[in-house]
Nanobody
Framework: QVQLVESGGGLVQAGGSLRLSCAASGRTLNILRMGWFRQAPEKEREFVAGITWSGGTTVYADSVKGRFTISRDNAKNSVYLQMNSLKPEDTAHYYC?????????????????WGLGTQVTVSS
């Protein structure tokens, strides 16, 4: 079993930055693919960014490329999402997700474990 706890959300003005953190506990983080998803009101949960267990491969949604950076620190059992140049359309509840396996996956169904999420609100 894996438990995930997100933190770092908040209210920020457009153009600002936030750094989300996800702390994992339970079985070793080293064999997990990790990802960040987000869900805005009345919208489907969507993939934001993913990273392999080694950190060697990252994948981003087109809407966040060049603005968001995903990273991980296996020694700290943590994964991060640095969000820069935030836009009002980035407003959503952000979820950390994890799964056993190699490679990055962008589909919600490819992740077995989820945190409760953290709210990000970007004002215009």
């Amino acid at each position: 079993q894996v438990q995930l706890v997100e933190s770092g959300g908040g209210l920020v003005q457009a153009g600002g930055s936030l750094r989300l953190s996800c702390a994992a506990s339970g079985r070793t983080l080293n064999i997990l693919r990790m990802g960040w998803f987000r869900q805005a009101p009345e919208k489907e949960r969507e993939f934001v960014a993913g990273i392999t267990w080694s950190g060697g491969t990252t994948v981003y949604a087109d809407s966040v490329k060049g603005r968001f950076t995903i990273s991980r620190d296996n020694a700290k059992n943590s994964v991060y999402l640095q969000m820069n140049s935030l836009k009002p359309e980035d407003t959503a509840h952000y979820y950390c997700a994890a799964a056993y396996g190699v490679g990055v996956r962008t589909t919600r169904g490819d992740y077995n474990y989820w945190g409760l999420g953290t709210q990000v609100t970007v004002s215009s």
